[in-house]
T-cell receptor, first 110, second 117 residues
Framework: KQEVTQIPAALSVPEGENLVLNCSFTDSAIYNLQWFRQDPGKGLTSLLLIQSSQREQTSGRLNASLDKSSGRSTLYIAASQPGDSATYLCAVDSSYKLIFGSGTRLLVRP | EAGVVQSPRYKIIEKKQPVAFWCNPISGHNTLYWYLQNLGQGPELLIRYENEEAVDDSQLPKDRFSAERLKGVDSTLKIQPAELGDSAVYLC???????????????FGPGTRLTVL
């Protein structure tokens, strides 16, 4: 059974810092991995999708990497801003079924 | 382009009452998903539709939950009767599924927050 773990559960950093969010999964047989952002009381916003054949994807200040063999993904956020404060969720797609971690709650302090 | 639309956004009911949630996916998306999200947790899949066919409903508590996707577009998720433990956020998502060799990016709606008293 696929299990997804995100570390840390919560993170507080000053504005301007570069930071890394971690995601690990137990079964490497995945089709892709997706990172989402969730603001309080809102739905999920897709940030990046990495196919199983890819190693990384970039969008603006965000960079996500995937190491399928070791069951790990990282989301790198450069030059963090207060507007980045949200919960970040990673999810692995095992046959069109997304299995989510519990998320990392990020607070970027001005 | 409009995203995934859900209604209502909030619903408060008493236990044992019925409740229904509606979802309109992104135009052209053939796959529709219903997820349940408890506080502090990631979403969990309840049911997945490919067009009008429910292809994965293994996580749907069928004694009280039902869903339909008539004409392969809009979908309705129903709970009858609701229990206190059903209080959660119900999320709808859609994607354009074209096989595993192509990315299957899921897009989510804003969710319906259900409170059962």
């Amino acid at each position: 059974k696929q299990e997804v773990t995100q570390i840390p559960a919560a993170l507080s950093v000053p504005e301007g810092e570069n930071l890394v969010l971690n995601c690990s999964f137990t079964d490497s047989a995945i089709y892709n991995l997706q990172w989402f952002r969730q603001d309080p009381g809102k739905g999920l916003t897709s940030l990046l999708l990495i196919q199983s054949s890819q190693r990384e994807q970039t969008s603006g200040r965000l960079n996500a990497s995937l190491d399928k063999s070791s069951g790990r993904s990282t989301l790198y956020i450069a030059a963090s801003q207060p507007g980045d404060s949200a919960t970040y969720l990673c999810a692995v797609d095992s046959s069109y079924k997304l299995i989510f971690g519990s998320g990392t709650r990020l607070l970027v302090r001005p | 382009e409009a995203g995934v639309v859900q209604s209502p956004r909030y619903k408060i009911i008493e236990k044992k009452q019925p409740v229904a949630f509606w979802c309109n996916p992104i135009s052209g998306h053939n796959t529709l998903y219903w997820y349940l999200q408890n506080l502090g947790q990631g979403p969990e899949l309840l049911i997945r539709y490919e067009n009008e066919e429910a292809v994965d409903d293994s996580q749907l508590p069928k004694d009280r939950f039902s869903a339909e996707r008539l004409k392969g577009v809009d979908s309705t998720l129903k709970i009858q009767p609701a229990e206190l433990g059903d209080s959660a956020v119900y999320l709808c998502a859609s994607s354009l599924s074209q096989g595993h060799n192509l990315p299957n990016e899921q897009f989510f709606g804003p969710g319906t927050r259900l409170t059962v008293l």
